[in-house]
Nanobody, 128 residues
Framework: QVQVVESGGGLVQAGGSLRLSCTAS????????MGWFRQAPGKEREGVSCISRNGRGTRYAESVKGRFTISRDNAKNTLQLQMNSLKPEDTAMYYC?????????????????????WGQGTQVTVSS
């Protein structure tokens, strides 16, 4: 049984930083591209960032480029999202997800249908 669990959300002032973490079990972590999505109230869920199974490929939404950094540790089955220079518009529920198994070590995607396993989310609130 695959389990994906996020942590690290919270309340922060605009301009501040947060670091989200995600652990995944029940799968061979290094075989899966991993991603972060977010959903703000009244809006559709959107892809934030994705990292390839070998950690050498990354993809970011335009809205977070230069502010967020995704990383992974395959030995520990963990995924991180370092979020700097946070803005009120970053306020959302953040979800960690494992994409469908890929034989391409550098493959990344921000398409929600490409992701098979999802966590329950962690709330990030940025005050102005």
């Amino acid at each position: 049984q695959v389990q994906v669990v996020e942590s690290g959300g919270g309340l922060v002032q605009a301009g501040g930083s947060l670091r989200l973490s995600c652990t995944a079990s029940g799968l061979t972590f290094g075989n899966y591209p991993m991603g972060w999505f977010r959903q703000a109230p009244g809006k559709e869920r959107e892809g934030v960032s994705c990292i390839s199974r070998n950690g050498r490929g990354t993809r970011y939404a335009e809205s977070v480029k230069g502010r967020f950094t995704i990383s992974r540790d395959n030995a520990k089955n963990t995924l991180q999202l370092q979020m700097n220079s946070l803005k009120p518009e970053d306020t959302a529920m953040y979800y960690c997800a494992a994409a469908r198994y890929s034989g391409d070590y550098y493959y990344t995607t921000l398409l929600e249908p490409d992701f098979d396993y999802w966590g329950q989310g962690t709330q990030v609130t940025v005050s102005s």
